[in-house]
């Protein structure tokens, strides 16, 4: 396999980090100011956010389960040996 000669300077990784890091927190001020909307001035927005986070994190699970699935499935279609657990 041939090795990858790009390579990028302290600071362009400097750089992107903080282009990533004002994205999170766009990202993030826009989630909680969505919430704040849903749940009015005097809602409580921090138990908001547990709840869209839990509702979040289901549906990722369902998303591995889904995958999961699949590589099983692909996986004896091919009669490939399982691994230990």
């Not at 001035?41 to 921090?46: E, H, L, R, T």
Request: proline share 2%; charged share 30%; hydrophobic share 40%.
């Amino acid at each position: 396999m041939q090795e990858s000669t790009s390579s990028i300077t302290a600071e362009q990784a400097e750089n992107n980090f903080r282009r990533w890091w004002a994205a999170m927190e766009a990202s993030h001020t826009m989630l909680m100011a969505g919430l704040r909307d849903r749940v009015g001035p005097d809602g409580d927005v921090q138990q908001a956010y547990r709840d869209w986070q839990a509702v979040r994190r289901a549906e990722k699970l369902k998303a591995y389960e889904r995958a999961a699935k699949r590589f099983h499935a692909l996986q004896s279609q091919m009669s490939l040996p399982e691994e230990a657990s």
